[in-house]
């Protein structure tokens, strides 16, 4: 069993040949996907680098850099015995950099281990300062995978910018969404409601009301359910989630916002 580990990470294995084919980011022009999340505090940083990226497209770049530089040094070393304990060793900077902060369940400074929720899961959008430099680059969107939130996709929008959550582990099935990204974002899945019934949801960046949340109750506007309700989500302590349906023109009536925290958005 422990030889098959070593195999893997050999200088040609299959999993150090992986990791050298991978990015941490990647950018289009107009759509950013990153693993974890941008936030404050690392938005145009890389590791090393003691200054601010100038650009999306040159943080992205130097991103993806340091990744392949690191994975390049530990190739390198594994010709001979690495020591972990050893002040410096290839690949320590990535390794480090996709690690949560000891003691915490995610880490703010990296792309990787970056989480876009509070503590009890709820989702927000970055920063209205980040979401603001990042349209400033050219972004109009941004993916992100690694934190859960729920059945289905979550997508958070304001004006001129959508967040995608699009990772959808520990719901309440096991089927996986199907997300599209072209001109537009488009999600396809299926949610099971508090009451039990299994429903599908379709949604995309063009519904207005999708994306916002629910200012009096904090709920979010997650989709659009096959039965023309909207599908409203709010994440609950314990990794519980309320997952309801409601009619659009009961929707229409609620005090609904872009989706920022600490901006009047829920209680």
């Known amino acids: 069993m422990a030889q098959s580990y070593l195999d893997d990470l050999a200088p040609e294995g299959p999993l150090t040949r992986y990791l050298a084919a991978c990015d941490l980011a990647w950018f289009d022009g107009e759509t950013l996907i990153v693993h974890g999340a941008v936030t404050d505090e690392n938005l145009r940083l890389v590791p090393g680098e003691p200054d601010r990226a100038a650009s999306v497209a040159a943080w992205v770049a130097s991103l993806n ?12 070393e594994l010709t001979h015995p690495v020591d972990p304990a050893a002040e410096s060793w290839g690949g320590r900077g990535i390794v480090a950099y996709q690690c949560p902060v000891p003691g915490a369940r995610l880490n703010q400074a990296s792309v990787v281990y970056g989480r876009p929720t509070d503590d009890a899961g ?8 980040a979401v603001d430099a990042l349209r400033r680059d050219g972004v109009k969107r941004l993916l992100v995978g690694h934190t859960p939130a729920g059945d289905a996709p979550a997508l958070l929008r304001d004006e ?14 096991e089927l996986g969404s ?3 990204v072209d001109r537009a974002v488009r999600v ?19 519904d207005r009301l999708v994306g916002l949340r629910d200012a009096a109750s904090g709920q979010l506007v997650k989709g659009r359910l096959d039965t023309d309700d909207y599908l409203l989500f709010r994440a609950l ?11 659009p023109r009961a929707l229409r009536e609620r005090p609904l916002l ?3 925290r600490d901006e009047g958005a829920g209680p």
Request: charge should be negative; glycine fraction near 12%.
């Open 65 to 76: 850099g340091f990744i392949a530089a690191e994975v390049a040094v530990w190739r390198a």
């Open 122 to 129: 709820t989702p927000w959008l970055p920063s209205r300062a």
């Open 160 to 173: 001129g910018f959508s967040f995608v959550m699009a990772d959808n582990s520990y719901g309440r099935h």
């Open 178 to 180: 199907r997300v599209t």
């Open 188 to 206: 396809r899945g299926e949610t099971i409601l508090d009451g039990g019934a299994r429903v599908g949801v379709a949604y995309d960046e063009g």
């Open 237 to 247: 302590p314990n990794n519980e989630v309320e997952q309801l349906a409601v009619s």
């Open 258 to 260: 872009a989706p920022y």
